[in-house]
């Protein structure tokens, strides 16, 4: 089992820019991979970016450029840098984890972000 907590959502204005920490239980390097996934009002849950535990990343193409994912394995700590943000941003925004064959999820954090 993995908990993850997630931090840092909030209101900003469109150009702003939020950080994202998830927090795990258990040691990073026992973790396959990390990642954020995000779902807005109506829409359906959609990948915005992972990390995989040896430091490669992949990002949706709509967060490309202004997003940045990365791992403190120190700290057991996943991040999302978000910068340029878009009123199309808004979502609630979770973390998993793929965790000895099981993704776990955490319970999420908004972000909203104002025209």
């Known amino acids: 089992q993995v908990q993850l907590v997630e931090s840092g959502g909030g209101l900003v204005q469109a150009g702003g820019s939020l950080r994202l920490s998830c927090a795990a239980s258990v040691s990073m390097f026992s973790i396959d991979a990390m990642g954020w996934y995000r779902q807005a009002p109506g829409k359906q849950r959609e990948l915005v970016a992972t990390i995989t535990k040896g430091g490669s990343t992949n990002y949706a193409d709509s967060v490309k450029g202004r997003f940045t994912i990365s791992r403190d394995n120190a700290k057991n700590t996943v991040y999302l840098q978000m910068n340029s943000l878009k009123p199309d941003d808004t979502a609630v925004y979770y973390c998993?984890?793929?965790?000895?064959?099981?993704?776990?999820w955490g319970q999420g954090t908004q972000v909203t972000v104002s025209s």
């Open positions: 998993t984890a793929d965790y000895w064959g099981g993704r776990y």
